[in-house]
């Protein structure tokens, strides 16, 4: 099939379907995926991918089913095409395992990390909710009292991060703090020296 890449704009013979599914252009080498409504299961690894839930300049998150437990997840996809023996995935490995151990209630959890078919990934908690950025474009404003608690609850993400591991977020804004249905905020994205 005949496929228009979502990055370079260049036509490819690729093996995604008119069902969707996930193939690097022939061109650029950067992961295009596809994922329908009606469209076809799309696997990777021991995961259903089920829906887009947000991208940008290098990845794609998604929210997808790990087969063997029927949980959900946030899986980060990247774009960039990675060889298994390549020094960026030791360099994305190391920072994913640091990223692991920040465990705090306001912090979104990172999982695991990894490289599948020469795709790097992140495994995420799954937060059901909207990012600040989305919030506020909806709702325009917050209630004075719902933006000190959103405020409040990045602070203190930001305080253990720094308090307990030296480390400094670099890109806190709307759209790297989610906003629960509970009405609680995780900030996100505390792992940034990695660019694919």
Not at 23 to 38: P, Q
Request: net charge negative; hydrophobic share 40%.
């Amino acid at each position: 099939m005949s496929y228009s890449c979502e990055h370079c704009g260049r036509v490819f013979e690729t093996k995604l379907s008119t069902d969707g599914g996930i193939d690097f252009c022939s061109f650029c080498d950067k992961l295009n995926i596809a994922i329908l409504d009606n469209g076809s299961d799309i696997i990777f690894g021991d995961f259903l991918i089920e829906e887009a839930i947000g991208a940008g300049g290098h990845s794609i998150v998604v929210k997808a089913k790990h087969i063997p437990s029927g949980i959900d997840y946030a899986l980060k996809l990247f774009f960039s095409k990675c060889e298994d023996d390549n020094h960026i995935s030791q360099e994305f490995l190391q920072e994913v395992e640091t990223a692991s151990q920040l465990v705090h209630e306001n912090i979104v959890r990172i999982y695991e990390g990894g490289v599948h078919e020469n795709i790097m990934y992140i495994v995420m908690e799954h937060i059901d909710g909207l990012n600040l950025g989305e919030y506020l474009e909806l709702y325009v404003q917050m209630e004075p009292k719902e933006a000190v608690a959103a405020m409040v609850h990045a602070c203190n993400a930001l305080d253990y991060v720094w308090s307990n591991f030296l480390m400094i977020h670099r890109d806190v804004k709307p759209h790297n703090i989610i906003v629960t249905k509970e009405g609680g905020c995780k900030t996100l994205r505390f792992w940034l020296n990695f660019k694919s």
